[in-house]
Every structure is written in structure tokens, then in C-alpha cells.
């Protein structure tokens, strides 16, 4: 595809409803990450896939937070009992190779609102 | 844990300056640092990609310059535009390509 794209682009849900938010990265790239941005900050690290291998979770803020990329292109995280907290803009960004020596190319991103 | 800083956190400034955007980071051992740029309501937009082993890359009016000992980069834009009118990141990457993100700072050009 022409760019990393994120579904749905804006998400309200009630506190205590889950949620699944999807990343389509680009076609091809190895790696993709998720990332949580809180308003006025900067985007903070989630986790890592490599292909269809989740090598890095440390960012995910507690148990309710769930990622899959179960065949190696498309990712959902899921969030179980949502909670107030959680409102933010999620992001997904994909990268072509393993290295760290790749730019990474972002999507949209799905602003999600907990009331 | 890295930690970030971008000074200023706002800027506004008329069309046609030459202009610094700073970035500081406590953790000196970095694989490499990206620039981004982040219009609002969208996702981020990589503009400079520099290596640790480099001291600075260009692409058109922007270069960006990293002193890793230092645990600074910069990001110099010549003769600013209206159209750079976004938020600008920086993002240090670790070996296990960890970015960690900067608050950024929120540049206005004036027509």
C-alpha cells in the first residue's frame, strides 16, 4: 500500500468496554511498533513486532494491553476494560527491515476517548 | 531510562528566518536519532534519519547535526516557510530500536 494506515481513525468507548484498534503497515516492512500519544507529549513506546514475533513489550501499561500480528503484516492491540486513562492517540509505525538503522513510517493514528 | 528534552517548546517566527530547535538526552548510548515532524490531527513524518557514527545529515533546508558524547542534536531549518508550521520531535533510538520520544517543540511561521 501507499502508507501505514490505522482503523478506526476515532474510537469512543464507555470505561470498562474493550477495544481493538488495527494497523495495515506497509506492505513488506518486518518491523512494526505501537506507540501511546498522550495529548501535548510526545509519543511513547507500546511494543515491537518483528514479522509475526512480539520481541518487545516492555511498553505496554499494564495487563488489559494485548498486541498480535499473528501472520507478520497486520497488527491489532487490543485494550480489555477500558479506562479513562487510556484516552489517547495510538500509533502504529512499520520500518523495512530489522535494524535499527531504518527509518520508521508512521500512520494516522486512532484517537480513542474513554468517557 | 532516556530521557528527553526539546527547547523551546513553542516557537513563532516570521517567514523567511533561519531557525534552531534543540535536543537534549540523558542516556549517551544511542544507536542512532531521528527528526520528525508532526502536523496536527496526523501521525509523524520522519525527516532526518542520523547514524550514532555521524555528526550530521542534510535533506534540502533542514540539516541536523548529533554530538552523542554530549547527549545533544539540533535541527536547523534556513529560511522557514509557512508550510513548516508543525510539531517537531526528536527521537533517539537504542540498540533494540527503542525510540524514545522528545514533547517536542511547536513551531508557527508567519506569513
Known amino acids: 500500500g501507499a502508507g501505514v494506515s490505522q482503523s478506526p481513525r476515532y474510537k469512543v468507548a464507555k470505561r470498562g468496554q474493550d477495544v481493538a484498534l488495527r494497523c495495515d503497515p506497509i506492505?513488506?516492512?518486518?518491523?512494526l511498533f505501537w506507540y501511546q500519544q498522550a495529548l501535548g507529549q510526545g509519543p511513547e513506546f507500546l511494543t515491537y513486532?518483528?514479522?509475526?514475533?512480539?520481541?518487545?513489550k516492555s511498553g505496554l501499561p499494564s495487563d488489559r494491553f494485548f498486541a498480535e500480528r499473528p501472520e507478520g503484516s497486520v497488527s491489532t492491540l487490543k485494550i480489555q476494560r477500558t479506562q479513562q486513562e487510556d484516552s489517547a492517540v495510538y500509533l502504529c509505525a512499520s520500518s523495512l527491515r530489522q535494524t535499527s538503522t531504518d527509518t520508521q513510517y508512521f500512520g494516522p493514528g486512532t484517537r480513542l476517548t474513554v468517557l | 531510562k532516556q530521557e528527553v528534552t526539546q527547547i523551546p517548546a513553542a516557537l513563532s517566527v516570521p517567514e523567511g528566518e533561519n531557525l534552531v530547535l534543540n535536543c537534549s538526552f540523558t542516556d549517551s548510548a544511542i544507536y542512532n536519532l531521528q527528526w520528525f515532524r508532526q502536523d496536527p490531527g496526523k501521525g509523524l513524518t520522519s525527516l532526518l534519519l542520523?547514524?550514532?557514527?555521524?555528526r550530521e545529515q542534510t535533506s534540502g533546508r533542514l540539516n541536523a547535526s548529533l554530538d552523542k558524547s554530549s547527549g545533544r542534536s539540533t535541527l536547523y531549518i534556513a529560511a522557514s516557510q509557512p508550510g513548516d508550521s508543525a510539531t517537531y520531535l526528536c527521537?533517539?533510538?537504542?540498540?533494540?530500536?527503542?525510540?524514545?520520544f522528545g514533547p517536542g517543540t511547536r513551531l508557527s511561521v508567519l506569513p
Open positions: 506492505s513488506g516492512h518486518v518491523s
Open positions: 542520523i547514524q550514532s557514527s555521524q
Open positions: 513486532f518483528q514479522n509475526e514475533a512480539q520481541l518487545d
Open positions: 527521537a533517539p533510538g537504542d540498540y533494540g530500536q527503542n525510540f524514545v
